[in-house]
């Protein structure tokens, strides 16, 4: 995933060098001075590639760096929307892209803490300012003189001599002013800059309650017989996480911000099973202080009543009008096609487990709490695979090390090495410098795999510099993941899943540090969500590669590589599971759109009941595989900035494989393919229209195909045609 934060004119309007105005002496003034002398936000970090001084911020920088680098931005902006000077490319777009150093700088860590490393101040100051930063935004689009200046550029763009890159920068400009409201009358300005202000602050007001929800919903465990079916590695990590919370003696299983939970596969108590999914389903659903319904019911509201004013009937009509999909009718079309092919496979699936649960005498209908504990045991006993034994072979840092920047070495020719002379915000956080393919320094890379109480749940990728030309700076990217912590002393050993998980967001990373473009508004991961999971996606196929495989599968203890037996396991069981996984995903892609296609004369519902009606419409209602997020939990719509976007994972998903097909027919993983895909895909950010990248690339329009192929939903939706 890749998190989207509220950062000032969306995009970026960003780093800067921002002229000060000197001050009188008076004591006052002085005051300021000092300030700012201390303040690590208002001025360029002295480390390499501006990475954050860690070690100087404090939470008591963050306001005033707010207060001061929105108060920068809107003076610098006030000059160039004021100037006499006829508009030009340089005065006008570039000079934005010239604003808001200060508000960048405070934007990037405090937001990257707030989600991974958050704190009672920090969450009071996110509360303070998400409705001023929504203001401040709006003063800055919703600027009449400033859009006069875009619009006349725009109008003009044909005879203004631009590159291929400045046209794209002047086009996407113009867009996101009109999307912003600046065609509006002031009338309806001033309602969508109150509705803008709301639904900031409900926004964090719901990061805020479900992570204090996932935290109370954790399950606790006086007697370790219930606990049947842990290992000795899982146990001790639920005793520390106990201990962490000041249950000494007690056992923790944390919840991760899926509907399943990992701990699932493998507890034989089938009780504890029950209490830790109802745990997870219900987490902010308690009727207390952290449920997150009333705070859905007013965003699903909200966000239509925007819509309208800008036009639209629909927030996903509004949302998706710049998106590769265009509209939401084509996502669903692409998401309600593969819906029976997923469900009948989902149901072959629960067959074979409830025939082993009969063939065991378990006397009991299958449950939604059974389904990964009996795939599980399905799977030992038809593929003779055990996720235990598994992760014996996947260690997190030799995943990491042998496996995740293997790979990049292999396509691009990247090398890596750790820093340990670089601050950081958490001690388990973890500092690499990037080389190139020739050697030289290009970037710097963060890693922050363990799960905290005080972190969001999930996986994500995000910068805290973005590449440029124009200001002339080199990426600063990191990924953020929530894996288990093992006990001091214990190896990180992982899932599968996992390991997918980490190629995952390592390509979202990729994408932020190969992108080479001039401007900070089209850099890097800034373009359509749904072409923004596409890299990340894509790069998990490398994960299975053999020679890849071969490099990171090896034991923790002994370094053997993984038994070729075991592999091969492995590859024939390659589709088991994919019903489930694709239905839970389609339940909570088609609940996303079944919000965010509300007319405003239906805005008004109840969270549970149109979840339920929702589901039934789309054919997903199948009690065994609840949605992957039930909506009260659903973070990537309500807080994460993908609402009326999640649909972009199978969107981007038929995209990787068709993409991967392109590499298998021209000769696999070699470093002139990987080049390729560097200087078409990557290193373009969004220089170009997202399809036309793509097309570029593969020479035609993506098929479906491979992904049905990939997902073996290919037979079952030809058995079902016949």
Same mark, same amino acid.
């Given at each position: ?10 995009? $970026? ?78 005065? +006008? ?6 604003? /808001? ?7 990037? *860590? =405090? ?48 005879? &203004? ?63 370790? $017989?219930?606990?049947?079916?842990? $290992? ?14 000041? &249950? ?38 308690? /009727?207390?202080?952290?449920? +997150? ?18 036009? =639209? ?113 958490? $001690? ?51 990924? *953020? ?42 850099? /890097? ?54 019903? =489930?996984?694709? +239905? ?96 078409? *895909? ?41």
């Amino acid at each position: 995933m890749l998190r989207l934060r509220p950062i000032v004119l969306a995009m $970026s309007i960003t780093l800067a060098a921002c002229a000060q105005t000197p001050h009188k002496t008076t004591e006052p003034a002085k005051a300021a001075e000092a300030a700012k002398a201390v303040n690590p936000f208002f001025a360029a970090s002295a480390l390499q590639y501006q990475a954050p001084p860690f070690d100087k911020i404090h939470d008591a920088d963050y306001a005033p760096a707010f207060d001061e680098g929105m108060k920068q931005q809107l003076a610098e902006v006030d000059s160039i929307a004021n100037q006499a000077d006829a508009p030009t490319f340089d005065n +006008t777009i570039v000079a934005l892209e010239r604003t /808001g150093a200060v508000l960048t700088r405070v934007s990037k *860590v =405090f937001f990257a803490l707030a989600q991974a490393n958050t704190d009672d101040e920090i969450q009071k100051i996110q509360e303070d300012y998400a409705p001023k930063l929504a203001a401040h935004q709006d003063a800055i689009f919703l600027n009449a003189k400033l859009y006069a200046r875009v619009k006349k550029l725009y109008a003009e763009r044909a005879s &203004l001599g631009l590159d291929a890159e400045s046209a794209r920068l002047l086009d996407r400009y113009h867009l996101a002013f009109v999307r912003a409201g600046a065609e509006l009358t002031a009338t309806d300005q001033a309602k969508l800059k109150d509705l803008n202000k709301e639904e900031s602050s409900l926004q964090t007001a719901f990061q805020q309650k479900l992570l204090a929800a996932t935290k109370d919903g954790a399950l606790v465990i006086d007697d370790k $017989s219930q606990l049947a079916g842990f $290992s000795d590695g899982d146990l001790a990590a639920a005793l520390e996480a106990g201990k962490a919370r000041k &249950l000494d003696g007690k056992y923790v299983i944390a919840l991760q911000n899926t509907t399943q939970q990992p701990a699932h596969e493998s507890l034989t108590d089938r009780k504890t099973r029950e209490r830790l999914f109802k745990a997870s389903i219900d987490r902010a659903e308690q /009727g207390d202080a952290n449920d +997150t319904r009333a705070t859905i019911e007013r965003l699903a509201e909200l966000r239509v009543q925007k819509a309208n004013l800008l036009g =639209f009937k629909t927030y996903a009509d509004y949302s998706l009008a710049d998106q590769m999909a265009k509209t939401p009718q084509n996502a669903i079309k692409l998401m309600t096609g593969i819906v029976p092919a997923a469900v009948a496979k989902a149901k072959d699936e629960a067959r074979g487990m409830q025939a082993l649960v009969d063939k065991q005498k378990g006397g009991f209908k299958l449950a939604p709490w059974d389904w990964q504990f009996y795939s599980e045991q399905v799977r030992k006993e038809k593929y003779e695979l055990d996720q235990n034994e598994i992760k014996q072979y996947f260690e997190l840092d030799n995943v990491l090390k042998n496996g995740v920047f293997f790979a990049a070495n292999q396509l691009y020719g990247l090398t890596f090495k750790e820093r340990h002379d670089l601050p950081v915000y958490q $001690s388990d956080v973890r500092v690499f410098e990037v080389f190139d393919k020739d050697g030289s320094s290009m970037a710097l890379f963060y890693a922050d795999y363990f799960k905290r109480d005080n972190k969001s749940g999930g996986a994500w990728m995000d910068s805290f510099v973005d590449q440029n030309t124009l200001l002339g700076t080199h990426p600063v990217v990191f990924n *953020v993941c929530n894996f288990t912590k093992p006990a001091p002393g214990q190896p990180a050993l992982i899932s599968h899943d996992d390991v997918i998980t980490m190629f995952h967001e390592f390509g979202h990373a990729l994408h932020g540090l190969f992108s080479n473009v001039k401007y900070p508004y089209l850099a /890097g991961t800034n373009v359509p969500r749904d072409f923004v999971e596409f890299p990340s996606q894509f790069n998990e196929h490398w994960a299975d590669e053999p020679s890849v495989f071969a490099n990171y599968a090896k034991h923790y203890q002994t370094g053997a590589p993984m038994p070729a037996t075991l592999v091969e396991k492995i590859k024939k069981a390659g589709t088991y599971g994919q019903g =489930f996984a694709t +239905t839970e995903y389609l339940g909570a892609a088609l609940l996303d759109q079944a919000w965010h296609s509300l007319p405003a004369d239906k805005a008004k519902q109840d969270v549970d009941p149109f979840e339920a009606q929702a589901l039934k419409r789309y054919h997903v209602d199948y009690a065994l595989v609840p949605p992957r997020y039930r909506t009260s939990y659903f973070a990537h719509i309500w807080g994460g900035g993908y609402s009326a976007g999640y649909y972009a994972y199978l969107w981007t998903a038929v995209l990787r494989d068709d993409a991967f097909y392109w590499f298998k027919e021209h000769g696999g993983m070699t470093r002139a393919n990987g080049q390729r895909f560097r200087d078409m *895909v990557l290193s373009r950010g969004g220089t170009e229209p997202a399809d036309e990248l793509y097309r570029a690339f593969r020479g035609r329009d993506p098929s479906v195909e491979p992904l049905l192929e990939v997902r073996g939903l290919k037979a079952a939706k030809t058995a079902r045609s016949k």
